[in-house]
Nanobody, 129 residues
Framework: QVQLVDSGGGLVQAGGSLGLACTAS????????MGWFRQAPGKAEPGKEH?????????????YYADSVKGRFTISRDNAKNTVYLQMNSLKPEDTAVYYC?????????????????WGQGTQVTVSS
């Protein structure tokens, strides 16, 4: 099981950009599909508090995005650096949330929080209007 550390959150105006990074410990990072989720207070049904944002398979070639971020966010990974990234452009106030990276010991992407084995501590992203 890997341990994850999220970084890169902050405050940005609407239309701006932010980049998040998540670094994993351990030597088996390349065996883990990675995902980014977010949690905004009071905006989800119970049991669905963590919204899927983006995922990337172990090979780095297959990615998947939530419709709400498609075309604005880009997920990527560098297995040599044990790091996954989320580049967020054209940010909107509704993107405000705590963002979490997640790892699952399986090659393929999942959109379900419960399918993952490890999660970062979260990093706050605030987009002002």
């Amino acid at each position: 099981q890997v341990q994850l550390v999220d970084s890169g959150g902050g405050l940005v105006q609407a239309g701006g950009s932010l980049g998040l990074a998540c670094t994993a410990s351990g030597r088996t990072f390349s065996s883990y599909a990675m995902g980014w989720f977010r949690q905004a207070p009071g905006k989800a049904e119970p049991g669905k508090e963590h919204e899927f944002v983006a995922g990337i398979a172990t090979n780095g070639l297959q990615t998947y995005y939530a419709d709400s971020v498609k075309g604005r966010f880009t997920i990527s990974r560098d297995n040599a650096k044990n790091t996954v990234y989320l580049q967020m452009n054209s940010l909107k106030p509704e993107d405000t949330a705590v963002y979490y990276c997640a790892a699952r010991n399986f090659p393929y992407i999942s959109q379900l929080w419960a399918d993952f084995d490890s999660w970062g501590q979260g990093t706050q992203v605030t987009v002002s209007s």
